[in-house]
């Protein structure tokens, strides 16, 4: 899923992370289209880490991997509001315990990296990789062109 929201009126994000998760449920729900799909990579311009969203964070309170402050994901998204937030916040829910797409997996770049047993020790995967937002972008791309199905906003909801 590639979701730019930057530039989203942010009264159309709720719409927007709704109909997210009814493409997908249809997509992923579908014999042909989801036949051994098992994880849902997001890549989005949203300045935190999916982790934030997950489990037991908090909407509106996303830290880095490091979990001592905002990770930029974006240079360019300056101004992040509730609404944001909460949108990923849906698409999250639905992928939690009891959600329609609890089934698979949602996940992200910074989710992947921090868990990935081939960085540990080998670099400062936060600061080198993680820290720097272009990196981030190209290391976000460089997964979704790999993808089995592909899934981006519509004029709508996405920049």
């Known amino acids: 899923v590639h979701w730019r929201m930057e530039n989203v009126p942010v009264q159309n994000l709720a719409w927007c992370a709704a109909s997210l998760v009814s493409t997908l449920h249809a997509l992923l729900h579908d014999d042909v289209t989801g036949k051994d799909v098992r994880h ?15 489990d037991d964070h908090d909407v509106g309170m996303a830290k880095d991997v490091r ?42 770049l910074a989710g992947q990296i921090r868990h990935y047993p081939y960085v540990e020790g080998r670099f400062d995967v936060n600061e080198t990789l993680l820290g720097d937002s272009g990196v981030f972008g190209i290391l976000d791309k460089l997964v979704v062109v790999q993808a089995r199905v592909f899934v981006s906003g519509s004029t709508d909801c996405s920049k």
């Open 40 to 54: 849902v990579w997001l890549a989005t311009d949203h300045t935190r880490p999916l982790s934030a969203f997950m």
């Open 67 to 108: 979990d001592d402050g905002p990770m930029r994901k974006s240079s360019t998204f300056k101004t992040v509001s509730l609404e944001h937030d909460d949108a990923i916040g849906i698409l999250a829910e639905a992928f939690q315990s009891g959600g329609e797409l609890e089934a698979w997996k949602l996940t992200d």
